[in-house]
Nanobody
Framework: QVHLVESGGGSVQAGGSLRLSCAAS????????MGWFRRTPKKMREGVAT???????AYGDSVKGRFTISKDNAENTLYLQMNSLNPEDTGVYYC??????????????????WGRGTQVTVSS
């Protein structure tokens, strides 16, 4: 059973940084497409970033150059390093996976499973 737990959210001032983590269990993490999406006041679901089984990454236009997705297969953990945060980044961030599918396809895929999310608040 897929289980995803996000952490690392919080409140930060504009220009600051946060690092989100997602602890995964119950499936073949290293062989699965992983991603982050967010729910903001303006968008119900916005794709943020994806990473496939061989480390290929993709990003939404609004976060390119500021956010970095990565993973640690030994720890079954997904990360999202967020720099140069601005108030438009405020929202709930979700970790997601298509367990067993190693590649993500076109950005942003429809994910099968996701966690409960972690709140990120950026003040001006």
């Amino acid at each position: 059973q897929v289980h995803l737990v996000e952490s690392g959210g919080g409140s930060v001032q504009a220009g600051g940084s946060l690092r989100l983590s997602c602890a995964a269990s119950g499936y073949a993490f290293s062989k699965s497409c992983m991603g982050w999406f967010r729910r903001t006041p303006k968008k119900m679901r916005e794709g943020v970033a994806t990473i496939d089984m061989i480390g290929g990454t993709a990003y939404g236009d609004s976060v390119k150059g500021r956010f970095t997705i990565s993973k640690d297969n030994a720890e079954n953990t997904l990360y999202l390093q967020m720099n140069s945060l601005n108030p438009e980044d405020t929202g709930v961030y979700y970790c997601a996976t298509n367990a067993g599918y190693g590649f993500c396809g076109d950005f942003f895929p429809t994910f099968q499973d996701w966690g409960r999310g972690t709140q990120v608040t950026v003040s001006s």
